[in-house]
């Protein structure tokens, strides 16, 4: 049953539904943070001994009824000293996940790091988390180990792996011919490894609304046949060119920009044309006017893309894509105009920012918008994530302090 004085939830608008969410979920973290004081306070006192367990978390495990693995997380994460991080869960600007990440990360800081560089790196984490899921925050912390380890080993150390990278790769062959394999990259090569893997391994397009059986490990060896079958063709390897796919438009532009009817495209179907314009928003756009037979009369010449130039300077400036919380480089992003060259938003620098693939769709239909302030992309969620509607920075790229 609903708790008294909530409308069910069945009876919630989408827009109420949604707000709904985020508001229970800062409950929780609230509730979570009520919690680790808790255990805090237990730990101090040292209740587990009086009521006959070992440590607190043997207490958390019997008495809560939670994993040994999940008790052991809430004690490190209620007896660190991280003041920041336990504000933020008490504001219910984070979630219980983001904690275990980053403590996770700041208990493994080496001797050298000081009281200050914990606090600052504390700081940036946490005001990663408020924008970005777990995943990204611990994305983050590995960076900051990387950089904390170089600079905790001695010059010589570091210059001697850097020479001679550790890369490992064991294969063993099966009675029917198939291959198995282990092994290590060195960081630089695990992180080429990975940009290639992520766009290959991505779930194929449903078919007939089925939508692709593919486990994950199934869809990462399709990923790693297909570069071993590309580096097999090497004269045949596409470059990664600032451009994307050329698009001819054989819509009129006043319904380009009334953002209605239906058109179809090779490949693609029907499509509505709010869709048209996210899909043509870093194409080619070529112009084609057709007779009333549907003869082509006359086909135009490009326009309206970002140089190379531009995109250079995009990739200095935003370094990735400036969705909140997103950690994708400039190489999977493109250029998206603030206000829709269709509604003649300028091709400059003061009116683009970079996005990756996969949240470019929030700002053509999940209500988001973009703009340029004080030299940052900024994003300026839908109303029912931020009722104030305030902006957001994407603090994923920032480096470590």
């Not at 504000?87 to 208990?107: K, P």
């Not at 900051?144 to 570091?158: N, T």
């Amino acid at each position: 049953m609903d708790v008294e004085g909530l409308i069910p939830a069945w009876q919630l608008s989408e827009g109420e539904l949604s707000a709904a969410l985020v508001t229970s979920e800062a409950g929780l973290a609230r509730e979570y943070a009520r919690n680790l004081e808790l255990v805090a306070e237990a730990d101090k006192r040292g209740l587990a001994g009086s009521n006959g367990f070992r440590d607190t978390a043997a207490l958390l495990e019997r008495g809560m009824r939670v994993s040994r693995r999940e008790a052991r997380a809430r004690v490190a994460a209620a007896t660190a000293d991280l003041p920041v991080l336990r504000a933020a869960l008490a504001a219910g600007d984070i979630s219980f996940e983001h904690v275990r990440e980053i403590e996770q990360v700041l208990s493994k800081a080496p001797g050298s790091v000081t009281p200050e560089q914990l606090s600052a790196s504390e700081q940036t984490l946490v005001e990663l988390a408020k924008q970005a899921p777990p995943a990204n925050v611990r994305k983050a912390g590995r960076r900051l180990l990387v950089h904390w380890d170089l600079e905790d080993r001695p010059p010589a150390d570091v210059d001697r792996d850097l020479a001679r990278p550790r890369r490992e790769f064991r294969y063993t062959f099966t009675r029917e011919g198939r291959m198995r394999f282990s092994g290590e990259f060195d960081p630089e090569t695990a992180a080429l490894a990975e940009a290639l893997l992520v766009p290959l391994a991505k779930p194929d397009a449903a078919v007939q609304g089925v939508p692709d059986q593919r486990t994950t490990a199934e869809r990462h060896g399709d990923a790693v046949a297909a570069v071993f079958d590309l580096a097999a063709r090497a004269p045949d390897l596409p470059v990664k060119a600032a451009e994307r796919a050329v698009v001819t438009v054989t819509v009129g532009l006043e319904e380009l920009e009334r953002r209605a009817g239906t058109v179809f495209l090779n490949g693609y179907g029907a499509v509505t044309v709010e869709q048209l314009r996210k899909m043509c928003c870093d194409a080619r756009v070529v112009p084609a006017v057709l007779g009333s037979q549907g003869e082509v009369l006359d086909l135009g010449r490009a326009v309206r893309t970002a140089t190379p130039a531009q995109r250079r300077a995009l990739a200095l400036r935003d370094k990735g894509c400036t969705a909140p919380g997103c950690t994708r480089g400039p190489k999977w992003c493109v250029p998206h105009h603030a206000v829709h060259w269709a509604d003649g938003g300028p091709t400059n620098l003061a009116g683009l920012g970079f996005t990756c693939e996969r949240d470019h769709h929030l700002l053509h239909h999940g209500g988001w918008t973009m703009r340029l302030h004080h030299g940052a992309i900024e994003w300026i969620p839908p109303t029912w994530y931020d009722p104030k509607r305030r902006p957001i920075r994407n603090t994923a790229h920032d480096p470590p302090p």
